[in-house]
């Protein structure tokens, strides 16, 4: 695997197509989860697929700090895990680096426990916005302090979590999931409604651990008690990782491309169905023997793809991969409008003024609004571009090549570690030319 270094620029080149049958490495936000309720149920969980990356590993070692024996044997990661109240009090802050979901999820763990903590990250982390959790986890009795809205989050021993009715104030995953966790603890049973769809990997994996939870659409419903580890524990693919595979096929001339074993849970792929509302040439299979999450084989074609106003149920189940909807629509005919996606501006960086700067460095008419993007869609050049220090930047930047007038260089790349480790290698392999010009 190539590690990319710190400030590293990578040179992408048009490629002539792409094609082959291959499979990404296992899901980002189901390998944080998978850590989480590992740690805190009772005996040891066998877990396979576990993604290897800057941000999963920043879990794997906070709960390490706190006392959990894990061991890695190749694809195999096993978690010995203590129960609800067997967590040590760490020895020093928690460190989170650059991934937001292990500070959101480990604040709903640890607002529950009888000692006293402090979350932080590198900059980027700390200057992205923390009341979101803490506001929910103290209407349920949690004991959470820190200074204008962001990290290091320090968090006290509370004297009872409460079980109480809430709603869901952000459409976001992470906060649905710190209450859920939190929930465990509490003296009753937490109800929590909210107004969008997001990603559900934390119900569904607590079911499989053995929670009483019922979850729809619009509400869940969480019994505090005990979970209990899993034998084994299978992760997907991770979809936001073919994603950037799927559009490279779809812009790419006379490609085509097979994603095997990835995970296709309806509260992720709105991807998919906006493409395909483009006029994308995707298809999936469910694979029949599909565990806690669904799974199959995603099937692309190159595609020609029209601009589109993007559907607002289509919004948060498409967020993380938005911006590769932005490229899309910039090598779409038309226009493409994109609005109510103002959690854009809380990732990495602020990716709707990214997506500006990108795709206006790229000679796209591109107009910046308070909530998304209007986008005319054209011919991309070349150019130099920064990610913002942002995996996912970094990437669909890279990934435009596919279909540019000349080459693309991309400054700061370094963070694609934190998502795609072997990002280069997998889309060199279907044909891509990305190399480290530096090498």
Same mark, same amino acid.
């Given at each position: ?10 040179? %992408?080149? #048009?490629? /002539? +197509?792409?094609?082959?049958?291959? $499979? ?9 989860? @998978? =850590? ?12 396979f697929n576990f993604l290897d990356s ?57 607002? %529950?426990? #009888?000692? /006293? +903590?402090?979350?932080?990250?590198? $900059? ?9 959790? @803490? =506001? ?98 299978? =992760? ?98 038309? =226009? ?31 107009k910046e609004l308070k909530d998304g ?67």
């Amino acid at each position: 695997m190539t590690k990319l270094g710190t400030k590293q620029k990578l040179l %992408a080149k #048009k490629p /002539s +197509s792409l094609s082959g049958i291959l $499979s990404v490495p296992g899901d980002k936000s189901i390998s944080h989860r @998978a =850590i989480v309720l590992s740690m805190i149920a009772h005996e040891t969980t066998r877990i396979f697929n576990f993604l290897d990356s800057t941000d999963t590993n920043k879990s794997l070692s906070a709960a390490i700090q706190l006392g959990i024996e894990c061991e890695k044997k190749g694809e195999l990661l096993k978690v010995r895990g203590k129960g609800l109240y067997g967590l040590k009090p760490p020895e020093q802050e928690l460190f989170f680096g650059n991934s937001g979901t292990s500070m959101r999820l480990f604040m709903g763990v640890l607002s %529950a426990q #009888k000692f /006293s +903590s402090t979350l932080a990250g590198d $900059s980027s982390l700390n200057s992205r916005p923390m009341e979101r959790v @803490a =506001i929910p986890l103290r209407n349920m009795g949690a004991c959470i302090e820190m200074e204008e809205d962001h990290a290091p989050v320090q968090i006290y021993p509370s004297e009872q979590i409460i079980g109480c009715k809430q709603k869901l104030k952000v459409p976001s995953a992470q906060v649905k999931s710190a209450i859920l966790l939190a929930a465990l603890y509490a003296n009753s049973k937490t109800i929590l409604k909210t107004d969008w769809i997001t990603r559900n990997h934390t119900e569904l994996m607590l079911e499989f651990f053995g929670c009483p939870i019922n979850h729809n659409d619009k509400e869940v419903i969480i019994k505090y008690g005990e979970i209990k580890g899993r034998n084994a524990l299978t =992760i997907p693919g991770d979809f936001s990782s073919a994603a950037f595979l799927i559009l490279a096929t779809l812009l790419a001339k006379n490609s085509q491309i097979i994603i095997k074993d990835v995970g296709l849970n309806p509260t992720r792929t709105g991807f998919i169905k906006i493409l395909q509302m483009m006029g994308g040439d995707i298809t999936t299979t469910i694979d029949p023997n599909s565990s806690f999450e669904i799974q199959g084989t995603i099937k692309v074609r190159s595609s020609v793809l029209r601009g589109i106003t993007v559907p607002n149920n289509l919004v948060s189940l498409s967020i993380d991969e938005l911006p590769l909807v932005c490229l899309a629509a910039a090598c779409a005919q038309g =226009i493409t409008t994109i609005r109510n996606a103002s959690e854009l501006r809380f990732k990495e960086s602020d990716r709707i003024t990214a997506m500006v700067a990108l795709l206006s460095k790229l000679s796209i008419e591109v107009k910046e609004l308070k909530d998304g993007l209007v986008i005319n869609g054209g011919v991309i050049t070349g150019g130099e571009i920064d990610s913002f220090g942002d995996h996912r930047i970094a990437m669909v930047a890279l990934i435009a090549s596919a279909c540019s007038k000349s080459e693309i260089l991309v400054h700061n790349t370094e963070n694609i570690n934190t998502s795609f480790p072997n990002f280069v290698e997998t889309v060199n392999h279907l044909g891509m030319d990305i190399i480290n010009p530096d090498h």
